[in-house]
């Protein structure tokens, strides 16, 4: 049974540019949510999709946006980066919303130069 | 607004002490759930253990065992016997059901032989 799958594994941007990131949730699972973790920090909520639709979201700017397949998998845009912008980004899945009961994959890491 | 607290920033023990981790939490919900995940250097999410509201009972897993007090919204972490393997960030974290996953700024746990 495959885990929560993340891509890529690690990313290098220059400030100004555009990235997307890749999850695919663990099987079941329909709902993916996304978490920026700054170094040092916790993870800090970004935003959940399901039924393919932003259904909540955490206090981050407009410039960060997603995405939901119909196959569940979703993607991370963040436009303008920021040098502020670099952190490990973690992908979790979970069924029908329910975040007290989440799998995290192993996060990709954004160093933006 | 929920909140978690993890005063403890970087605490340092020699293998086979043990050590406590605290958290502090607060939420205005009667149902909530409790997280303590363990992120070793490689950067995954490790989850260790999920504890509802209704349930202050303490629970032990081998070499670790968990607190719940409501009374002081605590949910504190204990491993015994300590193991250079135990070395990692440690983050408590609340869920209030159906919205965001809240993180503490985690503890440093490093065990030295």
């Known amino acids: 049974d495959a885990g929560v799958t993340q891509s890529p594994t690690h990313l290098i941007k220059t400030r100004g540019q555009q990235v997307t990131l890749r999850c695919s949730p663990k099987?079941?699972?329909?709902?993916v949510s996304w978490y920026q973790q700054a170094l040092g920090q916790g993870p800090q909520f970004i935003f959940q999709?399901?039924?393919?639709?932003?259904?909540q979201r955490g206090n981050f700017p407009d410039r960060f946006s997603g995405h939901q397949f119909p196959n569940y998998s979703s993607e991370l845009n963040v436009n303008a980066l920021l040098l502020g912008d670099s952190a490990l980004y973690l992908c979790a899945s979970s069924f029908r919303q329910a975040l007290y009961e989440q799998y995290f994959g192993p996060g990709t890491r954004l160093t933006v130069t | 607004a929920q909140k978690v607290t993890q005063a403890q920033t970087e605490i340092s023990v020699v293998e086979k002490e043990d050590v406590t981790l605290d958290c502090v939490y607060e939420?205005?919900?009667?149902?909530?759930?409790l997280f303590w995940y363990k992120q070793p250097p490689s950067g995954e999410l490790v989850f260790l253990i999920r504890?509802?509201?209704?349930?202050?009972q303490n629970e032990i897993s081998g070499r670790y065992s968990w607190n719940f007090q409501k009374s002081t919204s605590s949910f504190n972490f204990t491993i015994t016997a300590s193991q250079v393997v135990d070395s990692a960030v440690y983050f408590c974290?609340?869920?209030?059901?159906?919205?965001?996953?809240?993180f503490g700024a985690g503890t440093r746990l490093t065990v030295k032989p």
């Open positions: 504890r509802n509201s209704f349930d202050e």
């Open positions: 099987s079941g699972h329909d709902t």
């Open positions: 974290a609340l869920s209030e059901g159906y919205n965001d996953m809240r």
């Open positions: 939420t205005r919900d009667t149902t909530y759930y």
């Open positions: 999709y399901y039924e393919e639709e932003e259904r």
